[in-house]
């Protein structure tokens, strides 16, 4: 019903930056939070950063300052941009959704696939 795809990760030395997208399309009624997650080799899933439908921005501490967190609402797609990278930014990327595929319906969070980021040192 709802496909969620990142893109825009990749190998970037320390002190570099990328911008991660992530674009959701299929049945949508509408869109509310829109989140990114992290996961790196043998560590739990970290919340990286939310935004909600109004445009409030939240960020984990690690990421406060680097990273920037923005949507755009026409595209139903949101961005990460990474500045400033360190190599413990390295991990596996996701992208959440939590969509209504119907003004009745419940509201849902939808996954991405994922995107590596490498950064090296």
């Known amino acids: 019903q709802v496909q969620v795809v990142e893109s825009g990760g990749g190998l970037v030395q320390a002190g570099g930056s990328l911008r991660l997208s992530c674009g959701a399309s299929g049945i949508i009624f509408s869109i509310y939070a829109m989140d990114w997650y992290r996961q790196a080799p043998g560590k739990q899933r970290e919340l990286v950063a939310g935004?909600?439908?109004?445009?409030?921005?939240d960020y984990a501490d690690s990421v406060k300052g680097r990273f920037t967190i923005s949507r755009d609402n026409a595209k139903n797609t949101v961005y990460l941009q990474m500045n400033s990278l360190k190599p413990e930014d390295t991990a596996v990327y996701y992208c959440a959704i939590d969509v209504k595929t119907t003004d009745w319906g419940p509201l849902s969070r939808y996954w991405g696939q994922g995107t590596q980021v490498t950064v090296s040192s």
């Open positions: 935004i909600t439908s109004g445009g409030s921005t």
